[in-house]
Nanobody, 119 residues
Framework: VQLQASGGGLVQAGGSLRLSCAAS????????MGWFRQAPGKEREFVAA????????YYADSVKGRFTISRDNAKNTVYLQMNSLKPEDTAVYYC?????????????WGQGTQVTVSS
């Protein structure tokens, strides 16, 4: 599975962005998908995950209620809708694929997309 993330940018605090991650390969619909982020000087952290069917989702406490992960298996794409953005959400965001929904241990990674939230 090859992954391509997009949709990052500069937004003011309180604003919204939607990230997309397009996957190649016919096995996309059999993979759980996740979003992670890494801020400067910090470890990469889990943000959200969705099962292969879309029936199960998990979120980090820091984004719960503000971010929504979803997927469209017909389009081989997973999304991260980010609302009420805060400066502390500033990071490079990565999408990843795994054979089971998890908060770590993903098998495939895309390149990152930069999200910058100004105060």
């Amino acid at each position: 599975v090859q992954l391509q993330a997009s949709g990052g940018g500069l937004v003011q605090a309180g604003g919204s962005l939607r990230l997309s991650c397009a996957a190649s390969g016919r096995t996309f619909s059999s993979h759980a998908m996740g979003w992670f982020r890494q801020a400067p000087g910090k470890e990469r952290e889990f943000v959200a995950a969705i099962s292969w069917s879309g029936g199960s989702t998990y979120y980090a406490d820091s984004v719960k209620g503000r971010f929504t992960i979803s997927r469209d298996n017909a389009k081989n794409t997973v999304y991260l809708q980010m609302n009420s953005l805060k400066p502390e959400d500033t990071a490079v965001y990565y999408c990843a694929a795994s054979f089971q929904i998890a908060t770590a241990g993903y098998d495939y990674w895309g390149q990152g997309t930069q999200v910058t939230v100004s105060s």
